[in-house]
């Protein structure tokens, strides 16, 4: 196949799952890829870029997914990419139907159900609310994990149990505020926290959260995010800001609209990637409503065909735990 988001989200996966040179070179000899043909770069992203457009224009790659199935089985990114599910990416603007010598009532326009003008204090409050949201690094036997989580009230951080699911792993991750550029090339200092499990742990592999204590008061320095129960609506907008692929801090705002909600879950079309788990989900307010935890594996049939959607957890099981405390 030609390049296109399904393996943009699968090599993505891959540099997050096996980020070093020596972890993928079993896999390449298993399925018979010439290690002569690829750039290993050490950015794992440059690496698996190399690797996943390799095998794919060579007719290696449904051969190294199941490869990695063995190792991995329960990996939703490569348990996606067989299913052959498709991308909404909107109407094709080559196809599109423009008319000319429009009236004047027609030159200024709100173009959708619902208007995406917004007050100017958006940005602002943007960045008011980035501050809270952090890198997390978590050294393990295969790797580094890394992920996103975001600060509450009470020294707390927020993020998926798949991220830190016991007090082990908490205990051994440190968290990063301010990991993002100022502007490409110049990044900010890095103001670095560990985690204190013994005081407040609380998880979930059902709902995928995990709430934990920081060792020290960085709400003093960055605030907290506020939680509180919000009504979501299909057709309204969300928000992600988030650390993709464990790299610096990015938004996704494009394409950013909630196409379901319930008591539990929460779907959007806003893009993410491997990294992203934990990030804070938020409305055009800057209210948290959802936990992301899942790129691009949830499915919604229609009528067109099957469409895939990124998913969170909403707020609401993540207040009803901290009632608990």
């Not at 457009?53 to 063995?70: F, H, I, M, W």
Request: proline share 5%; with cysteine.
């Amino acid at each position: 196949m030609t390049w296109n988001k399904q393996l943009t989200q699968l090599s993505d996966a891959l540099s997050v799952l096996l980020p070093f040179r020596e972890d993928v070179l079993p896999y390449l000899a298993q399925v018979g890829i010439n290690v002569g043909q690829i750039r290993f770069d050490p950015k794992p992203a440059n690496l698996w870029f190399s690797i996943v457009d390799y095998a794919n224009r060579n007719g290696y790659l449904d051969k190294l997914v199941n490869a990695l199935l063995e190792t991995f089985p329960n990996n939703p990114y490569l348990l996606a990419y067989p299913s052959q599910t498709i991308y909404d990416l909107g109407v094709d603007i080559n196809i599109a139907t423009w008319r000319e010598n429009l009236s004047k009532s027609q030159l200024e326009k709100i173009l959708g159900h619902t208007s995406t003008l917004l007050p100017i204090h958006f940005l602002d409050d943007g960045l008011l609310a980035a501050k809270c949201v952090v890198r997390i690094i978590l050294p393990t036997a295969e790797g580094t994990r890394l992920g996103t989580g975001f600060l509450i009230d009470n020294n707390m951080v927020v993020t998926n149990n798949h991220v830190l699911a016991d007090k082990t792993e908490a205990a051994g991750a440190t968290i990063q505020f301010d990991y993002e550029e100022i502007k490409p090339g110049h990044p900010k200092a890095v103001t670095t926290f560990t985690l204190n499990p013994d005081s407040v742990f609380i998880t979930s592999s059902l709902d995928d959260y995990t709430i934990v204590k920081i060792d020290g008061d960085a709400n003093n320095q960055f605030g907290s995010l506020k939680l509180q129960a919000r009504q979501l609506e299909k057709g309204s907008y969300v928000n992600i800001i988030q650390h993709p692929g464990g790299g610096y801090k990015q938004i996704g705002l494009y394409r950013n609209i909630l196409t379901y909600a319930d008591e539990r879950t929460v779907q959007y079309l806003t893009d993410t990637e491997p990294g992203s788990s934990g990030s804070p989900v938020f409305n055009s307010n800057w209210e948290v409503v959802a936990l992301h935890n899942s790129s691009g594996i949830a499915k919604e049939v229609i009528s067109s065909g099957i469409y895939l959607r990124n998913q969170g957890i909403n707020i609401k099981k993540i207040i009803d735990a901290i009632e608990g405390i």
